[in-house]
């Protein structure tokens, strides 16, 4: 069973930038693909980012695709998303999860591809 904790959202207003965290309990987290979604009021959650076990492969949602960054430290077995540029619709709780792979440059982008999720961090962005 791997647990992934996510830390670092917060309040922050339009234009500001935040970055987040996702750390995990598992040392074979280097073999995991990556992936943030964030789901806001009353919306079904939706994908922002992906990274492969290797992040050499990265992808974005177009919604997020040149402001937000996913980067990866597997000797920390920690993920980050760095979020530059934030609007008031990045408001939403942000989820990080993980799967195994069999390949270094696969990414997942659908939660269906993931088996473990953590449990949310909030970022509220001001107008």
């Known amino acids: 069973q791997v647990q992934l904790v996510e830390s670092g959202g917060g309040l922050v207003q339009a234009g500001g930038s935040l970055r987040l965290s996702c750390a995990a309990s598992t040392r074979f987290f280097g073999t995991y693909a990556v992936g943030w979604f964030r789901q806001a009021p009353g919306k079904e959650r939706e994908f922002v980012a992906a990274?492969?076990?290797?992040?050499?492969?990265?992808y974005y949602s177009d919604s997020v695709k040149g402001r937000f960054t996913i980067s990866r430290d597997n000797a920390k077995n920690t993920v980050y998303l760095h979020m530059n540029s934030l609007k008031p619709e990045d408001t939403a709780v942000y989820y990080c999860?993980?799967?195994?792979?069999?390949?270094?440059?696969?990414?997942?982008?659908?939660?269906?591809?993931?088996?473990?999720w953590g449990q949310g961090t909030q970022v509220t962005v001001s107008s």
């Open positions: 999860a993980a799967s195994s792979s069999p390949s270094s440059s696969k990414v997942f982008t659908t939660p269906l591809e993931y088996h473990y």
């Open positions: 990274i492969s076990w290797s992040g050499g492969s990265t």
